[in-house]
């Protein structure tokens, strides 16, 4: 474990963002919360295990929604490292239909507003506008004080969202896809509405103005995610929030750290 004094200090880990596949941890190596299992059961544990970290470590595990981009590991995993699962109840609910769980699977409903503790971790859940059914975002509170938020899939920013990551000392914010780029690119226009729809994905720009939002709300580490591979690049995501801060005067690695999350992760976890 890292300390800093007598006090525990929690890490944020990004094991996969994009629109392929997502899972964060929030913790240590004795014990956090896996946000999303969207990739194999045998890239979750390899990806936990290059941070230094065991699928033992995962103490239960926070699903936002069910597309296949966050859940995909989920049923894997669950079979070979049982620990809780928590969802809105549309959330439980359709991946109860889809069978994504074991038969003995430890389901725990979270309403959104509603704070649940466990041992370690206060966890916040905050509804979110995108089209799948109990779609959530989550805050947690980790037994140091600190507090960090799992930010995407937004279709736009509701004031429901604004009061689950606002006052957030770390903030993985989407920032999905580049409006030219997609409107340029290979996705019919009926995904492109969708996408760019208020139960969609942010924007760059989108990104941009958020950011602004939190950090004039307490927020000093910013973490861009949730990129389209198709629609965006790491670059261009990180030029177009850069440039939008700039011009309000906050500055970066004064103001703000910012970093832009790879498919597979970033290579070191944040200390916040």
């Excluded at 629609?231 to 970093?259: C, I, K, S, Y």
Aim: contains cysteine.
């Amino acid at each position: 474990m890292w300390k800093r004094g007598d006090l525990i200090l929690s890490k944020f880990y990004s094991l996969f963002s994009s629109s392929k596949g997502n899972a964060s941890f929030i913790g240590s190596p004795a014990g956090g919360m896996l946000v999303d299992a969207g990739a194999t059961c045998r890239k979750l544990v390899q990806s936990l295990e290059a941070h230094g970290l065991s699928a033992e470590a995962v103490q239960g595990i926070c699903i936002t929604h069910t597309h296949t981009d966050h859940i995909k590991g989920l049923r894997v995993f669950l079979n070979q490292h049982p620990v809780p699962v928590y969802g809105t109840a549309e959330t439980l609910a359709q991946l109860r239909v889809l069978d994504k769980f074991p038969q003995n699977a430890d389901l725990r409903e979270i309403l959104p507003a509603e704070t649940i503790h466990t041992d370690t971790v206060a966890v916040t859940a905050f509804a979110t506008m995108h089209d799948s059914p109990g779609s959530c975002g989550y805050r947690f509170e980790l037994s140091d004080g600190q507090t960090c938020a799992v930010c995407t899939d937004l279709g736009c920013v509701t004031p429901e969202v604004k009061k689950g990551v606002y006052g957030a000392d770390l903030v993985l914010l989407e920032a999905n896809y580049d409006p030219n780029m997609l409107r340029n690119g290979p996705y019919p226009e009926m995904l492109q509405e969708r996408i760019r729809g208020k139960y969609g994905h942010l924007s760059n720009g989108d990104s941009a103005g958020m950011a602004e939002a939190l950090i004039a709300h307490g927020t000093t580490r910013l973490i861009l995610g949730h990129l389209s591979e198709n629609n965006n690049t790491m670059p261009l995501a990180q030029q177009t929030v850069l440039e939008h801060l700039q011009e309000q005067g906050m500055r970066r690695n004064q103001d703000f750290l910012l970093q832009v999350s790879s498919p597979e992760g970033l290579k070191q976890a944040v200390i916040f």
